[in-house]
């Protein structure tokens, strides 16, 4: 049981799970060994039973893990964990071809061709290696974001493939070759079988055989007639058409023989695709010769004998019946070259009395064929010299002969008729067509344009006409009322007259966003079916746009100039002191320069002052009272400080004496400038006593004297100053 975070094989980390088939899951995980994204697809637990299936995969595994071509997904490791069985395979981050189409509901021609060509590419490179696919369809065929094509699947497409039908099919039954279906032996034509149906589903967006289960579509791969691709689409070309159906013949040997044949032609068909080059195989009797079994001898004898009582039903079966069936299938594709006995007969008389009789039929045969020869070399003999004659020559009354009524006709009007109401106004008169095609602008696809006999001329019966079929008109021209047409109203418009469809944008300044603006060729240009057409869609006005000038450095009237040179509006003007730009500079702009803008749009810029004067000059505030100094140092720029001490001056109290910065100096703004506020005059004092003089004019001892005994111990710890 895989689970994410879990290793396998000691190596890759399973991330996420990223799909699931009918026989395997496929997980995103981590190779840590080469520290890379791979896809591992491990193979479902039902299957692990079954140890031949998986000995299968395995084998098959490793003889894709040989293949290394850019168109198909590259097989890096095959291996097993346990009961886990696993692929490792490159990772291609992308989407399928059959999301790619239901997404886009059908592809376009080119584009079809294009992925067809990586598709064989790839499938040329798995059968030059002898490995063949056998599950070609969408779901195995990947588009990365690149948009390169790649093929997967390979290395267990071929294990899975050897069940039939009949026990487990696997893969899509809507692909399926019908020998694949029937559980007959597939080859290489069988993988181009699958690659016409997915080319067939590009084209229309449809698979050609839909039904209430995998039987019923199996069954309709093998006996239904596949209605071509034009019915559905009919802007396909003759050339892709026949591509898809001879891909899609139900006899392998009616296909393309091998992919490289196939590629030729699509490239032929992506350079003429309205020439008409494929060619149809037909069947071929030099097929290899081989033994044929006693039970077959035998199922041809009851069938010979059997066919003679037959009723018209079954003798009128299908045509793959008569063809194709499970008898000459087994004959053809199935013979057991291992049980060699079975081959050759029991014993040697058998094979005498075996000789001696097809000795018998052979003589009769050419005794027939001999008498045959003679009889008819008599009749026409006689036809030539009229010795089958018997009428007398008489003559009817319109005075023709009696020979003349019988063996003649009158030549009915063919031209303008389809084959089928051609063929039947000719059955009754006895004559049969010979067909040729060609273009034509007066005759639809499929109408006859031409005949041999013209209208009333009378031929004789069981001749052979030749008749002229309209392959419609190769003519058209670009319509010539596009301009202004929505893009559905465009695409409609060119489909109709046959042409191929390729849009853009361009900006105009007369037609509105959306709507066609140009068409290349130009409107009623003659072309041919199938010409492709480039519409251009308007974007509407273009804005045109302009680079914002440098204008730092530059002075006011250099600015405005280059601001008009360059198509762009001057905007508001500002000055501002600046430390950097002299005066008259501009010292910045509102949009940097290099700067992208539409034209007309505003600049602003400002205009340096030159360096600011940051010095203030001090106010006279003395003799002004504190609350009017502080203020007039505030508003000069300067920081007031007040003196926490009032000191006599012979100002009044309350008033500035002092400053520490002089009245009318030049300071740095914001520089702090003390004052001191006046406590009045000082007052009168009394003279000081006669044994203390007062602490301003005592002076202190010059050297301090030593204390005597006689001193008071405690005036010493008072400093030595006596009480």
Known sequence: MVRLGMFLGERYEILEKIGSGGMSEVYRARDHRLNRDVAIKVLKQEFNSDRSFIGKFRTEAHAAACLSHPNIVHVFDVGDDGDIHYIVMELVEGITLKTYVSKKGKLEIRETIGIAMQVAQGIEAAHAQHIVHRDIKPQNIMISRDGKVKVTDFGIAKAATSETITSSTMGSVHYISPEQARGGYCDERSDIYSLGITMYEMLTGRVPFEGDSTVSVALLHIQAEMVSPRKYEPMIPVSLEKIVLKCTQKKPEMRYRTVTELIGNLKQALMTPNEDFVHMNSISSNGPTRVISKDEVNQIRNGAAMGRDMDKTEALDSDYDRYYDDEEEEARYQLDYDDEDDMLPDDDDEED????????????????????????????????????????????????????????????????????????????????????????????????????????????????????????????????????????????????????????????????????????????????????????????????????????????????????????????????????????????????????????????????????????????????????????????????????????????????????????????AGTTVEIYVSAGPEPETTAPPTTQAPPETQAPPETPAAPGPEENPAGAENGGATP
């Open 353 to 668: 009395e075996e000789g001696r009789r097809s000795e018998k039929v052979y003589t009769i045969i050419g005794i027939a064929v001999a008498v045959v020869i003679v009889l008819l070399a008599l009749f026409i003999m006689g036809k030539t010299f009229g010795w089958f004659d018997f009428s007398g020559g008489g003559k009817t009354e319109t005075g023709s002969t009696e020979e003349s009524v019988g063996t003649e006709v009158l030549m009915p009007n063919l031209l303008g008729k389809t084959l089928d109401e051609a063929e039947k106004e000719l059955e009754p008169l006895d004559l049969e067509m010979k067909l040729s095609y060609s273009e034509s602008g007066d005759y639809e696809d499929g109408e006859i344009m031409e005949q041999e006999y013209p209208e009333g001329t009378s031929v004789k019966r069981h001749t052979v006409i030749k008749v002229t079929v309209s392959k419609g008109s190769t003519k058209t021209e670009v319509p010539d009322d596009l301009i202004g047409m929505t893009r559905e109203q465009a695409l409609k418009a060119l489909r109709d007259a046959g042409l191929d469809v390729e849009f853009d944008e361009i900006y105009s300044d007369t037609v509105k966003e959306g709507l066609v603006a140009k068409v290349s060729p130009g409107l009623g240009t003659p072309a041919t079916i199938g010409d492709k057409v480039k519409v251009y869609l308007s974007k509407g006005e273009e804005t045109k746009t302009t680079e914002v000038p440098q204008l730092l450095g530059k002075t006011e009237n250099r600015a405005k100039q280059d601001l008009k040179d360059a198509n762009l509006e001057v905007g508001s003007i500002t000055k501002d002191y600046s430390d950097d730009y002299d005066e008259g500079e501009i010292m910045s702009q509102s949009i940097r320069s290099g700067s992208t803008v539409e034209i007309g749009t505003s600049i602003n810029f400002v205009v340096s002052r030159g360096k600011k004067d940051t010095t203030v000059r001090m106010p006279d505030v003395i003799g002004r009272s504190e609350s009017d100094a502080v203020a007039m140092i505030q508003n000069a720029g300067l920081v007031p400080a007040v003196y926490p001490e009032r000191l006599h001056s012979n100002m009044d109290a309350g008033l500035i004496f002092d400053a520490d910065v002089t009245p009318g100096t030049k300071v740095e």
